[in-house]
Every structure is written in structure tokens, then in C-alpha cells.
């Protein structure tokens, strides 16, 4: 039974859910997800960033499986851990209010996906002698919503235009 405690086991299970995401098993994936969080959660001291990292693979298939509102749910519950254990301006801070940020911005909220990249961006420069890799994808991300939110922008000022000219 002390066996089923050890957070040696929640590695082990994170493992095989990773394997499953990577062949595109998400149920099974979550099972195993479910299964490393439930040994991190009994084993005592486990509420910094390893847990994170299980809400987050949590969060990543819900986000694979577009149920959109429980990956949020799981990516907001890995930021929380994150920005108390590791500070605003950590990588992995950072990278998850990018990974918030995508959530939005396939729900086709660019504003709010714009919001959590800023966030994400910031922490990136932050983060000391860290970050070129978070930064370029944060970079990418802010380029994609930015081109949305002109286009947007651009239709509705040839509508607003079409309309004063009628």
C-alpha cells in the first residue's frame, strides 16, 4: 500500500499518459493523468511544480479533445501552483499563460488570447538567461491574434465604409 504513495509512481503514470497523448489516446491518456494525481495528491509536499505539470497535461488533452472550458480549468489550476511556487516571472509561469492564451484564441477570442500572451510574454523576459524559445512562441502567437484582430478590424471598416456611402 506505501508503495501506491511514492511520487516516484505519479512519474511513472505521467509517462505512459504521455505515451498514449503522443499516439493520439486521449482517454487513456487522462486515465493515466488522473491516476499520477491522485498519487501526488496523497503523497505529503507534493503541491509544488510536479503537480503542476500533471494539470497541465490534463489540461493539454481536454485542450486536443477542444473541450475547451476543462482545459482552462486545468491550465488556470497549473498557473496557480506555478506562480506561487516559482514566481510571475518563471519560463513555465510564462509558457502556461501562453498555453491559456492559445485555449482563447481557438475559441476565437482573440482580445482575450492577446491578454494572456502579453502576460506570457512578459514573464518570458523576466525569466533570467532564460526564454528565447518562449519568447519566439509567444512572438508567433501575439503575430497570429494581432493579424486576426487587423482583419477584424479592416472588415469592419470597409463595412462601416460601404454603409456611409449608401
Avoid at 488556470?76 to 491559456?100: P, Q, S, Y
Avoid at 482580445?111 to 502576460?119: G, I, K, N, P, T
Wanted: proline residues 4%; contains cysteine; negative net charge.
Amino acid at each position: 500500500m506505501e508503495q501506491a504513495l511514492d511520487p516516484n509512481n505519479a512519474a511513472g503514470y505521467l509517462d505512459r499518459g504521455l505515451c498514449c497523448y503522443n499516439q493520439g489516446d486521449y482517454p487513456r491518456a487522462l486515465e493515466w493523468y488522473y491516476k499520477a494525481l491522485a498519487v501526488r495528491e496523497k503523497a505529503p509536499g507534493e503541491e509544488g511544480p510536479g503537480i503542476a505539470v500533471i494539470y497541465d497535461s490534463i489540461a493539454a488533452v481536454y485542450d486536443k479533445q477542444e473541450n475547451y472550458p476543462r482545459a482552462l480549468e486545468w491550465y488556470h489550476k497549473a498557473l496557480a501552483v506555478r506562480e506561487k511556487a516559482l514566481g510571475e516571472g518563471h519560463l513555465d509561469t510564462a509558457m502556461t499563460c501562453n498555453n491559456i492564451g492559445l485555449v482563447y484564441n481557438k475559441q476565437g477570442d482573440s482580445l482575450r488570447a492577446l491578454e494572456w500572451y502579453q502576460r506570457s510574454f512578459t514573464g518570458d523576459e523576466q525569466a533570467p538567461g532564460e526564454g528565447d524559445l518562449g519568447t519566439a512562441v509567444t512572438d508567433d502567437n501575439l503575430a497570429e491574434v494581432l493579424s486576426k484582430v487587423a482583419k477584424a478590424a479592416q472588415a469592419a471598416l470597409e463595412k462601416l465604409k460601404e454603409a456611409t456611402e449608401s
